[in-house]
């Protein structure tokens, strides 16, 4: 393998799948057997899931709730989703372990790096849920976060498209695709890959970012193994 620990971040809306809404066991059997086919081939494996699919702080703040109540319980949607595939990767004998942001007894330990880390080692997947554990950051800020303290060798970002390109490639048939990207070409093009704090972060630790097409089976593996199926920003 290329790498041999990374931090996995995935969509809310990705455990959805076609309901619109909430968590589709389908959907979560189909990330649960990705991940699986990682840990399988040694790799240590993080993963921060957002939490659209349930609750977004910045949509509840449109809609009359307090920002920082409402960012409070995007992260317990993250709990939530963190759950959902833990509950999964246990059924196919895999370890798992959810870490948040605050303590939730009976739930899940507060993270600390340390905590991930030796779970890591272990040959435990992490679940990290609960973000930064502060209102007005995104799950991508979280991830990056993560990603930086577990010391990953990179950062991946699934999505429903195959990488990065120069515009949206569902709206604008013209877009081509980017193979590889700086922090600053992706800067000066203003190509929306993570929130700007996520992104700073990533640059200012040297985290390498990788985004790929998260729905096609096999694909996570493919990345791990060094085939360009995405795109690297370094």
């Known amino acids: 393998m290329k790498y041999n620990r990374i931090l996995l971040k995935l969509s809310g809306e990705s455990l959805m799948g076609d309901d619109g809404y909430g968590?589709?066991?389908?959907?979560?059997?189909?990330?649960?057997s990705e991940i699986q086919s990682a840990v399988a081939q040694g790799v240590q494996v993080g993963v921060v899931i957002g939490g659209g699919n349930i609750f977004r702080g910045v949509q509840g703040s449109s809609k009359g709730f307090d920002?920082?109540?409402?960012?409070?319980?995007?992260?317990?949607?993250?709990?939530?989703?963190?759950?959902a595939v833990q509950a999964v990767l246990e059924e196919m004998g895999v370890k798992a372990k959810v870490l948040t942001a605050m303590a939730i007894e009976g739930v899940s330990e507060k993270i600390s790096w340390r905590k991930a880390v030796e779970l890591l080692e272990s040959g435990y997947v992490v679940l990290m849920g609960g973000g930064t554990g502060n209102p007005f950051f995104t799950t991508d800020s979280g991830a990056a976060l993560r990603a930086v303290e577990i010391r990953a060798d990179l950062l991946l970002k699934g999505t429903r498209v195959d990488g990065v390109y120069t515009a949206d490639p569902e709206k604008d048939p013209t877009a081509t695709k980017y193979t590889n990207l700086t922090f600053d070409e992706a800067y000066r093009n203003n190509l929306k890959i993570m929130d700007m704090t996520a992104f700073t972060l990533c640059k200012e630790n040297k985290m390498p970012i990788y985004v790929y097409d998260a729905?096609?089976?096999?694909?996570?593996?493919?990345?791990?193994?060094?085939?360009?199926?995405?795109?690297?920003?370094?």
């Open 67 to 83: 920002r920082r109540q409402g960012d409070q319980m995007g992260m317990l949607a993250t709990v939530i989703n963190a759950m």
């Open 23 to 32: 968590i589709q066991y389908p959907m979560v059997r189909h990330f649960a």
């Open 215 to 234: 729905n096609q089976p096999g694909n996570l593996l493919k990345v791990l193994q060094g085939e360009p199926i995405g795109t690297l920003l370094q």
